[in-house]
């Protein structure tokens, strides 16, 4: 492994070469003037090396671990500690998903956002993009709830477009990712809680953008909801372990009393009723997620086999 790269790109993947594929061309095309590592992180036994793009851009090599234990908490971890372990000189982990495409700006911006801002953690928008247009894919791929200036922010949002910084990694006393979250996701929700407790600096940079397409099994009703009562059971049980059962029924009763003022401002804002009730089902199925997690459920978004559902 190259030990002087200043940046290392972490890419967890299982069973997509064809999507792998894609964005190992858009990481090889990144305009960056440094070089860069990549390290994938495969949660399967079969190598994908045969979709290595031959590089003659910025990257300086692909380094392929193998993760047995199942789920993406495990992988992300494990590429962490790789990263740790035998690249001593790094002072980045840019973490990207293998389902993402990242603009060819993108790595670029969130370094020079971290170092601009001496942030411990930077995260950056995905758009996501419906893989086919559905009664629900407009609340599926909604992200107006993202922050559209740069700047600290108290919390981010996803693993999939994050820096983080490798001084803020090497003081942790305990695993980036709780292996609790590792079959229902989470883990980044509640890694952001940790980071929040112990006072780390959050940047977010809205110009380091990055695609990802919705898969149509997360556009019909039934992914759509799941999606919604299974993130939010997760990040239940997640405030659950960094505050209280009583703060999670606050969350509960503020979610509940802005139900129907979110929707009715939905509705005025977009005067569509069909969106207006994307809104109502997303906030619905919410809420029941919330309760699912204050009473301890475990919703897993993987099968046995490590694939995400």
């Known amino acids: 492994m190259v030990e002087k790269c200043k ?37 399967d036994t079969a190598s994908v090396e045969h979709v290595f793009p031959p590089f003659s851009g910025s990257l300086v090599e692909i380094n392929e671990i193998f993760v047995s234990q199942r789920g993406v908490t495990a992988v992300r971890n494990a590429m962490i500690s790789t990263a740790l372990k035998k690249m001593p000189s ?50 599926a791929t909604a992200t107006g709830f993202l922050p559209t200036t740069f700047g600290p922010v108290e919390i981010l949002n996803a693993a999939g477009n994050l820096l983080i910084s490798m001084k803020y990694l090497r003081g942790l006393e305990r695993a980036p990712f709780d ?13 952001f809680m940790q980071a929040k407790r112990s006072n780390a600096k959050m940047v977010w940079e809205p110009d380091a953008k990055v695609d990802e397409i919705i898969p149509v099994a997360r556009l019909t009703f039934k992914g759509f909801t799941w999606r919604s009562y299974s993130t939010s059971a997760s990040q239940a049980r997640a405030d659950k372990m960094h505050h209280s ?49 204050l009473a301890g459920r475990r919703l897993e978004r993987y099968g046995t086999d490590g694939q995400r559902v």
Do not use: H, M
Not at 253 to 267: D, F, G, H, K
Not at 272 to 277: E, G, I, R
């Open 245 to 293: 059962i009583a703060f999670v029924g606050r969350k509960l009763v503020r979610n509940s009393i802005a139900l129907p003022v979110a929707v009715t401002r939905s509705l005025v804002r977009t005067r569509s009723p069909s969106l207006a009730t994307t809104e109502l089902v997303g906030r619905l199925a919410s809420l029941a997620g919330t309760v699912a997690g």
């Open 7 to 43: 940046v290392v790109v972490c890419v967890p993947t299982y069973k997509r070469t064809a999507l792998l594929e894609t964005l190992l061309i858009a990481l090889e095309a990144q305009d960056i003037s440094e070089k860069f590592c990549v390290i994938l992180g495969n949660n």
């Open 179 to 191: 292996i609790a979250f590792g079959k229902t996701g989470g883990e980044d929700y509640e890694f």
């Open 90 to 139: 790094a002072e980045w982990v840019a973490c990207i998903d293998d389902d993402q495409v990242p603009d060819i700006d993108w790595l670029r911006r969130i370094v020079s956002a971290g170092r601009s801002t001496s942030a411990d953690l930077v995260g950056g928008p995905v758009r996501k993009i419906p893989a086919s247009q559905t009664f629900w894919s407009a609340g």
